[in-house]
């Protein structure tokens, strides 16, 4: 026969262990609900990025400097250039400061690449590839090397993206 000591001790254990088990289950239930909180407010700050981007304002102001056409450095500048026509580069410069602050926001885990490379990889890669020369002159004119840095990175991070996920043919 089973002695009151042994079946104490098997409770305790027993007790133990429904308790560690407990545990287990609510810090993961926890990490999740972390995770899913985390996710909502990146999508939400993402969100709130985007829809000033989208406005019928800005789509038109966008498509208009994704189609200007120049051959160099030289050129940009005489077309679009400060001196020469100041609304054309304060337009262009508008992208350029938006995709920066979106790169930091990027760089620092608070915005995913994903939610950027499936809702703006076309307009930030044709954005990027249409001005690097003219951002690449202007760090070496203003001897500012990090100039632009931000939106290269998150160019580099969509472009990156897009080979880990052939299907959504964005590289």
Do not use: C
Not at 143 to 171: M, T, V
């Amino acid at each position: 026969m089973i002695e009151l000591s042994i079946i104490r001790d098997l409770v305790a254990i027993f007790g133990v262990i429904a308790g560690f088990s407990y545990y287990v289950i609510t810090v993961r239930a926890n990490q999740r609900n972390q995770q899913n909180q985390l996710e909502t407010r990146q999508a939400q700050l993402f969100w709130n990025i985007y829809d000033k981007f989208e406005t019928r304002e800005n789509s038109e102001r966008f498509l208009n400097i994704l189609t200007r056409k120049f051959e160099s450095v030289e050129e940009f500048n005489e077309k679009y250039g400060l001196e020469n026509n100041p609304e054309a580069y304060h337009d262009m410069m508008y992208y350029a400061n938006l995709f920066e602050g979106l790169g930091v926001l990027v760089r620092d885990g608070l915005v995913n690449i994903r939610l950027v490379a499936l809702m703006m990889s076309g307009g930030v890669k044709r954005y990027w590839e249409l001005y690097y020369p003219v951002f690449v002159a202007y760090r070496e004119e203003w001897s500012w090397p990090r100039s632009f840095i931000e939106l290269e990175y998150l160019y580099d991070g969509i472009i990156e993206y897009g080979r880990n996920h052939p299907e959504l043919q964005i590289a």
